[in-house]
């Protein structure tokens, strides 16, 4: 089993930046961040490996957002800069062990934590 804990979520102004972290109880392969606007799916924002630190982005966030991780805390970053209004959404950290592909779906991520709200105002 893997707990996940996010961090960091918050009101701020378009164009503005947060920094999301996701804290998990044991290493993980691979941490993503998903989003989930009111009404709408859940989507893939952004992953990482452990291992080597690999990512993919979202073309929605790409150049804006930065995934990154500490594995000594076992924590996996959401830098996000330049907010757009519609990137409001409940944001989850995602996490799984077995080795693979990097993926985006969500299927393949067998941990979630319990998501963190992030507002951004026009």
């Known amino acids: 089993q893997v707990q996940l804990v996010e961090s960091g979520g918050g009101l701020v102004q378009a164009g503005g930046s947060l920094r999301l972290s996701c804290a998990a109880s044991r290493r993980t392969f691979i941490t993503g961040w998903f989003r989930q606007a009111p009404g709408k799916e859940r989507d893939f924002v952004a992953t990482?490996?452990?291992?080597?630190?690999?990512?993919l982005y979202s073309d929605s966030v790409k150049g804006r957002f930065t995934i990154s991780r500490d594995n000594a805390k076992s924590t996996v970053y959401l830098e996000m800069n330049r907010l757009k209004p519609e990137d409001t959404a409940v944001y989850y950290c995602a996490a799984d062990t077995r080795i693979g592909p990097i993926q985006r779906g969500s299927d393949e991520y067998g941990y979630w934590g319990q998501g963190t709200q992030v507002t951004v105002s026009s």
């Open positions: 990482i490996t452990s291992s080597d630190s690999r990512t």
